[in-house]
Nanobody
Framework: QVQLVESGGGLVQPGGSLRLSCAASRSIFSIYRMGWYRQAPGKERELVAAITSGGTTTYADSVKGRFTVSRDSAKNTVYLQMNSLKPEDTAVYYC?????????WGQGTQVTVSS
């Protein structure tokens, strides 16, 4: 099991940047895959980015070149650096961890991109 707590969301203007953090309650060294999803009002939750314990990353086409996912095992934290933000990036962002075939989720953090 693991508890995940996201932080770093907020209101930002188009073109701005935010860095989301996902702090885990236990060591993430052995967690094979961790990632970020988002859900906008009226839409399904979608994968934004994921990273494996070996450092392999996956990104949604809509964020490639703008977002970067990383993990710091020493701090038990996964990050999502978001640059060149667009209004369509507005959503609640959730961190997840896949452990023994079970997905664990954080409570989410709101990101609003608006002028």
């Amino acid at each position: 099991q693991v508890q995940l707590v996201e932080s770093g969301g907020g209101l930002v203007q188009p073109g701005g940047s935010l860095r989301l953090s996902c702090a885990a309650s236990r060591s993430i060294f052995s967690i094979y895959r961790m990632g970020w999803y988002r859900q906008a009002p009226g839409k399904e939750r979608e994968l934004v980015a994921a990273i494996t314990s070996g450092g392999t990353t996956t990104y949604a086409d809509s964020v490639k070149g703008r977002f970067t996912v990383s993990r710091d095992s020493a701090k038990n934290t996964v990050y999502l650096q978001m640059n060149s933000l667009k209004p369509e990036d507005t959503a609640v962002y959730y961190c997840d961890a896949l452990i023994d075939g079970i997905y664990y989720w954080g409570q989410g953090t709101q990101v609003t991109v608006s002028s």
